[in-house]
């Protein structure tokens, strides 16, 4: 387990602290809807962070090309009908472009800038000539908003239940899971950034935004700088 980071809860735990069964449980949510408007039909979508495939198997449904990448190996095996690579992001370098680089799941807000930094440039690496990547950032009040809770429409909860300063900008944030069968609980590092922080984190990969995608400016579509 990665110093910072720890996970409760029935089955295998990866190093930052994410419980396989759970994440096999989580429902996906709009997020595919949001993908399949940004990019190309068809396209081939390398993706960070895949974990068991919570995006990866709509984004297949949806007719793309899915090489989905974790450390986890015990992640990779819940996904299926797509290419898998067992790898970190920031050390990847597979030696091909893609059309769509995605790097979801608040990844950009790791809590170690250096391992930001690898993440964006694994993006900006990967992503071909008319291409684009696709990054999650979390929302204005995710770290002030706290504690809260949601009620998924399946039948489980998810509570943010603290946000910790543990200094150096970054954030020890506290995640209960509750199902009427089982609990699990996660915490992990997290480093706030205004719009500003984060567009200059592109910036210094290489990489432009050139749209919110959503109201909230919680999904954004970024190219490689002119």
Known sequence: MRDGYEGTGPGAITPDGCAVE???RLSVGGEPDI???????????LELGSGVGRMTHPLLARGFTVTAVDESAQMLERVHGARTIHSTIEELDLGEKFDVVMLASFLVHTGDPDVRRGMLRT???????????LI????????????RERVDPSGYTVRIVSARPVGDGVNS??????????????????????????EE???EAGLTATEYLTEDGVWVRAVPAA
């Open 35 to 45: 993908i399949e408007a940004a990019v190309p039909a068809g396209a081939h979508i």
């Open 136 to 147: 999650q950032r979390e929302g204005a009040d995710y770290h002030s908003n706290v504690p």
């Open 173 to 198: 944030v506290h995640v209960e899971y509750e199902f009427p069968d089982a609990a699990w609980t996660q915490t992990f590092l997290a480093r706030p950034l205004t719009r500003e922080q984060f």
């Open 201 to 203: 984190a592109l910036a």
């Open 123 to 133: 993006c900006a690496a990967h992503v071909a000539d008319g291409g684009c990547v």
């Open 22 to 24: 759970l994440y096999s």
